[in-house]
């Protein structure tokens, strides 16, 4: 790069609050390729059309997924770019990182690749962006080396991601970085060989307040929930309420089923009714906690608008013990991949597929 590329719709994106993925791009403009990813979306932004076009799925030895190929269409007036291939890299669970890993990751991207990360894709997994056909081979063998794998892209299972669960939050109902874990090793075929119709996302979430989003993201949601009455500490609910919190109001009036009711000193649950909400929680957090007899809820089908419109997952199992090795979690993906496999159409997610059959003639034929 000999002078300083001119980009002033880019520019536009810099302005305002917020952080700017232009500026970010421009800190790595000493590099070609960075340099000519300005270039080719600034082009973009004046023809008001993309000239990426989807590569399909290129790959490394004995992998079908985990590398997404990216080219352009105008190869001879951004070279640097004619490839751009983004790979996506297993997080550990819950992106818990030390920064000798960080930089560990950076380092190897800088050798193969552009330099360009984003942490995290909507999947969860670590995203390197913009790499060449060539370097494919090389990167996957450091990052094997040290201990990284590639994240599942295509018709497969996609890289399941949880929330950080028991080991910051207390409300967690069960272990999502272990069950996290232990899918992700038990379904390593189906992570890295896509031959489903279409991808299909775990997502573990530690309570009802889904913090991965997965009741709106995710074709299996795992949502940790409890069998028993919700922990009430009278005492600090008073405390709350002299504090000049309106337990009535804030609380009460607020709850979707009207279970509750405060009369002034006792804050009184018909557990019940109780559709496990967490509002009440999140509001009196020092005085109300889940059950004791905690678990997970096992919702199917959710999806964001790509094909069809967004759908949201729904119940299965309404409480599964999410005890190790998970195998009834795995007895029942595995009944409803035999299933979708043989009879979903190209493209069609699992939500879209029970939509087609039916609910009932669904639950038959996994036999649930």
């Not at 059309?49 to 799925?57: A, F, Q």
Request: proline letters at 5%; a negative charge; aromatic letters at 10%.
């Amino acid at each position: 790069m000999t002078e300083k590329r001119k980009t002033p719709l880019l520019d536009e994106l810099e302005k305002g609050p917020w952080p700017s993925f232009v500026k970010e791009i421009k800190k790595e403009a000493q590099r070609p390729m960075a340099d000519e990813l300005l270039g080719i979306l600034e082009r973009s932004y004046e023809d008001r059309v993309s000239h990426w076009k989807h590569g399909g799925l290129v790959g490394v030895m004995g992998y079908g997924g985990g590398v997404i190929g990216r080219y352009n269409d105008l190869p001879e007036e951004f070279p640097a770019v004619r490839e751009f291939h983004t790979y996506r890299v297993n997080q550990p669970s819950a992106w818990f990182y030390t920064s000798a890993a960080l930089r560990q990751l950076c380092d190897i991207w800088e050798k193969h690749g552009s330099g360009l990360t984003n942490m995290h894709g909507s999947t969860g997994d670590i995203i390197f962006l913009g790499g060449t056909s060539e370097s494919l081979e090389p990167c996957f063998a450091e990052l094997s080396h040290n201990g990284w794998d590639l994240g599942g892209s295509g018709s497969n299972m996609r890289t399941p991601s949880c929330c950080v669960g028991p080991a910051r939050c207390e409300w967690a109902c069960y272990d999502t970085l272990g069950a996290c874990y232990d899918i992700t090793q038990a379904f390593q075929d189906e992570l890295h060989r896509p031959f489903f119709p279409y991808k299909y996302k775990f997502k573990f979430a530690g309570c009802p307040n889904d913090c991965v989003a997965s009741i709106a993201r995710s074709d299996c949601s795992i949502i940790g929930t409890w069998k028993d009455n919700i922990q009430v500490d009278q005492k600090k609910v008073g405390e709350y309420a002299k504090s000049g919190v309106d337990i009535q109001s804030e609380v009460c009036d607020l709850c979707p089923t009207s279970c509750m009711s405060w009369d002034g000193k006792k804050l009184v649950i018909d557990n019940s009714n109780c559709v496990r909400c967490m509002h009440c929680i999140n509001v009196l957090s020092k005085a109300l906690k889940p059950g004791k007899e905690r678990g997970a809820t096992i919702l199917v089908g959710s999806k964001a608008p790509i094909i069809g419109g967004a759908l949201l997952s729904s119940v299965f199992v309404p409480f599964l013990e999410m005890n190790p090795p998970y195998e009834d979690l795995k007895e029942l993906t595995e009944a409803i991949w035999d299933l979708w496999g043989e009879h979903g159409k190209n493209r069609e997610r699992v939500g879209e597929f029970i939509q087609r059959v039916g609910l009932g003639n669904f639950l038959n034929e996994i036999g649930l």
